[in-house]
């Protein structure tokens, strides 16, 4: 049952993070679960006592909670098998998985606070809206790769593997909660893209059949000088990206080299490559290739 709240002003307050060694939960064990109540006009932690029981996962005991003490408690989840990337959260005050936690991994003789993502606004108890990152993803230009050549398309393997890497991100938006460009500073939202989409950006620049140039549109719109490689996305990606190493810094080699690289620039003028797009030219793509979208569904 809801046995006492602790006043809080918004879902920051979570205390210190969870301890990352394994404790055991023994079955019958009661678990002090403190859960952020609340909407975007303010809330706080309601702690809820359950007893434990053994193998079980955050989301587990969240859903016991439900079912038996607050069947209003609004919690969004899908896979439960860390595929969906819908029930992010931070468990005392860690960004992750709800499915993915194990209460054997938590210190279970404190309680445990579950709070919401603290970059993206609450819409009630642990549910963010998120949409910020969907309208980011509609201002990245496509996949745009030549006309097949004779034979078809052909890849190395390393390529591929790259673009593999990438391709795992499940879109749970942990690395974005926990980006301090964003997380600490809601203004930047309006020029900063954020480490999921740099993900994707990285995917595109280096992909050898896409034909577009990002690299411009990458500094001047998603902002990517913003991002000064603390690699605390990296930490909490559960997909185990390298966000960091093979993502945000290949692209911003490649961004200093397409602005700064005097040689760069001479074999552009030499070779009559195009000049890297601007944020105007890739809005244009990107309303383009969003309006061949809607025409195609006609
Ligand atoms: S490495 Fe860059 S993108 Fe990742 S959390 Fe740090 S500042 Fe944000
Ligand atoms: S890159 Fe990792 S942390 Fe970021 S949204 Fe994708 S899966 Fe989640
Ligand atoms: S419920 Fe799908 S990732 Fe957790």
Known sequence: MAVGTSQTEGPSGAPSPASAGEHGTASGETLHMQLWRGDKDGGQFVEYQVPAQEGEVVLDVVHRIQASHAPDLAVRWNCKAGKCGSCSAEING???????TR?????TASPITVSPMRTFPVLRDLVTDVSF???VAKLIPSFTPAPPPPGGYRMQQVDVERGQEFRKCIECFLCQNVCHVIRDHEENKAHYAGPRFFVRLAELEMHPLDTLDRRAYVRERMGVGYCNITKCCTEVCPEGIHITDNAIIPLKERVVDSRYDP??????????????MTAAEAAAHTSA?????????R
């Open 94 to 100: 860690v960004p992750a998985l709800m499915c993915m």
């Open 103 to 107: 209460m054997s991994t938590l210190d």
């Open 289 to 297: 290739a969003t309006r061949g979208v809607s025409d195609a569904a």
């Open 133 to 135: 990152n969907f309208e």
């Open 263 to 276: 040689v760069a620039w001479l074999g552009r003028k030499i070779l009559r490559r195009p000049a890297p």
